[in-house]
Structures are given as C-alpha cells and as structure tokens.
C-alpha cells in the first residue's frame, strides 16, 4: 500500500518538474506568439494531473480485514490445549465433554479475534 | 485562436476591457460565492455521510430481523413492529432540582429494560434465557444507529433550509467521530448476533477465571456472586450472568454485599475495559483507585456510596482499548490481559489485605459469549 503511494508521489513530482521546464522554456520564447501560450497551457495541464494524481494516492484503500475468530479448548484436569475457528454457539467456560488427552472434562477458555488483513 | 480572443494579450482597448471583464468575474466569484462554494464542500461531505449513515441503519435494521425471525412465530408481522421500536426513546430525568436524580434516572433505565424485555418476549418467543439477551443488545445497537442517522440527517437539513455555515462546519467537524461510533455500532451488531465475546467483556472474563470451578448464586439483578478462597482471604467475586449479552446491577450487587457483612469488607476491586487514548496501547493492563464503572450513574453511585458509608478502599484494574475494540469481538490482547489482570488481583489481594479479611472482586462489562 505504501509503495502505491509512493509511486503516485513520483508521477506527480516528475509532472511537476515537467510543467517547470514548460514555464522555464516559455520563458526564452515571445510571451505574445501561439506557441508561449500552447507550451503554457500544457504546463497548466501537467500541474493538474500532478495535483490529481497526487490527492488519488492519498486516498488510501482500505485493507479488508476478515475476522479470524479462535477459540481455545483447554481441559479442567490436564495442561490440554487445542485452538480451533469459532464455531456459533460457543461460549467461554462452555463444557465439550471428555478431554482428548486425560478423562477430565475439556472446556473453552477462551475465545478471541485475531485480524487477518487481505 | 479562441484562447486568443478569449484571452487578449493586445495593449490595445478592447483587449483591456476585456481583461478587465475577467478580473471583475473573479473578484465577484470569491467575494459572493465564497461562502456558497464552502457550504457547497461541507453539504458535500455531510450528504456523503448521511447517506452511508442510511445504509447502516437500513442493513442494522435488516440484521436485528433475521435475527428475530428465527425466534418469532411465523403469523406475526415483525417488520413493521421492529421498525417503530427502532423509534424508542428514554427521557432522561429533569437535574434542575438533583436531589434523588440517580434514583430517577435508574427507575427510568430498569423501566426501559423492561419495556425492551417485554417487546422481545412478544416478537421473540420462542427465544431462550441467552438470545433474549443477545436480541435486546442487537436491539440497543439497531436503536442507537437508527439514532445517529436521524441526528446527522437533521443538521444536514437544517443546514440546508437555513444555508447556514455555521451548522454545516460543526456537523463536518464532528463527523469522523460521529462516522467511527456508528461504526463499531455496526460492527457490534453483528458479534452480538454470533454471541461472541466482546472487548468490554473482559471484566466478566476475569471474574469467571477467578471463580472457575466454584459455586454460584444469585445476588442482584443478573448478577452471581462466587466464594472463592485466596491466600486465607474470603474472595467474593461478582460478574454479569452469561452468556447472554447482560451488564446486570453490580452496583446494586456489591451493596447487597456489603450490608451483608455489615461493611466488614477490607478491600474492594473492580475491573472494567476502559477508553484508551489515541496512541496508548490496546490491552494495557493500568491500576488505580475508584469506582471503575461506565454505567449511566446509578451503578457507580452506590458503590460509591457504601464504600464511603464504610470506608472501604477502592481499587481498580481497567483494560485499554478504543470503541470500537470494546464492542466488538475481544482480541487477543485482551484476552491475554485477562490472565494478567487475574495475576495482579492475586498479588494484590496478599499485599494489600490480611489472612481473614473480606474482599469485593467485581468484574464490570457485558458478559456476552462468557459464562461463570
């Protein structure tokens, strides 16, 4: 994402510098013939799209951030412990049954969000 | 050539009268159109933000009735009865003369509980202890949303009638904030639909790691209470009823509580999720003193007051995070908070109390997703 923004600055610093070369070249030219004013208005269209080019890049998108939603089985007896995805229905302390590893009774510690940015 | 008749560069008079015309255009359009262009960007902004505004009280709307409908009787119009609730209002008390005003404001707050109650009872009957309490949150965040959206919508069109800037810059200024509250309401909605546990949750979590395994009874208005031994010290440890999405009365809990050891408490300690600030950490773990509650007022008022009446001291333990982290579902920082906190109240237990003393653990949130 920064690179993109990056790559916007740089065109619109590279328009810029070529609309004050325009002006500059204008400059050695008579200010009253055609040509001065169509170099000018070209510069002028150069800043523009600088200017454009550059407010586009700071319109930063967004990532999508989907919801990875863990919850952490652990058992009352042993130091058992096994994260799986959130399942509806689950809720802290809710018990599962028998434990995987020992006889005790496995239960959820935990449920908790971690961010998965795409 | 139409840029040089547009444009003249001549000495000559028509060439200057024409220039002249040009600079009168634009000393006219900045002079008289100035603050029309302004209002224009501002309407701008506003339009664009009550639009999306719109979108999230229509698909809020949407949400709490697929919701509803699983829990609803086929014969009955929910639609139209969930779209007048969304109307609810609560008036709060009138503070001219304070005297009583908790009192007033709570008798108001269990009367549009109740009211909230009956209507889900009504429209959801076939909805159990715990989704009667997730709807009623999906409701409270449904009703706060359509909320915002009339408020902002308002000032949009009272800007408009009176064409007033004043109105369109306040409203443009406080929209990023007004837009990240509608937000994590939205967000809010949906993890109470899942029924998972949210950030403000963490208060419940820690007090059901500190009573795991014991037993429950209970105490107040969704509220249980759990005997637990630390270190020789009788721990009473409160938290809200899970896992339904309910705050409960701790207050009112920890009253009760009180009274019932005639004020022979040594120490009180509350924890709760509390607002970080722009650039503190999410899940930091901070103590202090006081009473660490963010109800509307009754709540943190009697346990105020009995901790005063009986010179109990006050400790909080309070969880950093933003919110849209509180009403969302939890992170994991803040689940791993939890453990620490739980580690702290411990310590803190043995440095602060004697063997034998009573202690107040009260675990203040929303306990959604978490049981006891």
Redesign the interface.
């Known amino acids: 994402m920064n690179s993109n923004k990056n790559k916007f600055t740089l065109i619109s610093i590279l328009l810029v510098l070529g609309a004050f070369i325009l002006f500059l070249l204008s400059s050695f030219i008579d200010?009253?013939s055609?040509i001065n004013?169509i170099i000018m208005?070209i510069g002028l269209i150069l800043l523009m799209t600088s200017w454009g080019i550059y407010f586009m890049g700071l319109k930063q998108i967004k990532p999508q951030i989907t919801?990875n939603?863990?919850t952490v089985i652990a058992c009352?007896n042993c130091d058992y412990r096994e994260e799986r995805p959130?399942i509806?229905?689950?809720?802290?302390?809710?018990e599962l049954g028998s434990c995987k590893k020992c006889s005790g009774i496995s239960y959820i510690h935990?449920?908790?969000?971690?961010?998965v940015k795409k | 050539m139409i840029i040089n008749q547009l444009f003249p560069s001549g000495n000559d008079i028509p060439s200057t009268l024409i220039n002249l015309v040009w600079l009168i255009l634009f000393f006219s359009i900045i002079l008289f159109f100035n603050q029309r262009i302004q209002i224009w960007m501002y309407q701008r902004n506003a339009e664009k933000a009550t639009m999306k505004l719109q979108l999230l009280a229509e698909k809020s709307k949407e949400e709490t009735l697929k919701n509803i409908q699983n829990f609803a009787l086929e014969n009955i119009d929910i639609k139209s009865q969930i779209t007048s609730f969304l109307e609810f209002f609560t008036i709060e008390p009138v503070d001219k003369d304070p005297f009583g005003v908790l009192n007033r404001l709570e008798h108001i707050l269990d009367s549009r509980r109740e009211r909230i109650k009956l209507f889900i009872s009504q429209i959801a009957p076939k909805a159990g202890k715990v989704e009667a309490a997730n709807i009623e949150d999906i409701m409270e965040a449904a009703i706060a949303l359509n909320f915002i959206f009339k408020i902002v919508r308002h000032f949009l069109l009272l800007g408009k009638k009176t064409k007033s800037l004043m109105i369109f810059i306040q409203l443009d200024m406080q929209l990023p904030l007004i837009m990240k509250i509608a937000e994590a309401y939205y967000k809010a909605l949906k993890t109470f639909s899942s029924g998972k546990p949210i950030g403000d949750g963490l208060g419940p979590l820690v007090a059901s790691r500190l009573m795991f395994g014991s037993p429950k009874q209970v105490i107040a208005e969704d509220i249980v209470c759990s005997e637990v031994n630390i270190e020789n010290r009788k721990v009473y440890v409160i938290k809200a009823e899970g896992p339904g999405g309910v705050v409960g009365k701790p207050g009112e809990a920890v009253k009760r509580l009180v009274e019932s050891f005639e004020g022979k408490v040594a120490r009180i300690f509350m924890i709760d999720a509390a607002s970080k600030l722009e650039g503190e950490t999410t899940g930091e773990v901070v103590e202090g003193v006081g009473a660490a509650i963010g109800d509307p007022g009754p709540e943190k008022y009697k346990i105020e007051e009995v901790a005063t009446k009986y010179k109990i001291p006050l400790d909080a333990i309070i969880c950093k995070m933003d919110i849209e982290e509180a009403l969302t579902t939890m992170k994991k920082e803040i689940a791993e908070a939890a453990d620490l906190i739980v580690n702290k109240i411990k310590k803190a237990i043995i440095e602060r109390t004697k063997e034998g003393d009573i202690v107040i653990v009260a675990g203040i949130g929303n306990t959604i997703g978490i049981a006891q």
Do not use: H, M, T, W
Request: aromatic content about 22%.
């Open positions: 200010q009253y055609i004013r208005f919801e939603v863990i009352k959130f509806e229905g689950d809720y802290v302390l809710k935990a449920i908790y969000l971690v961010p």
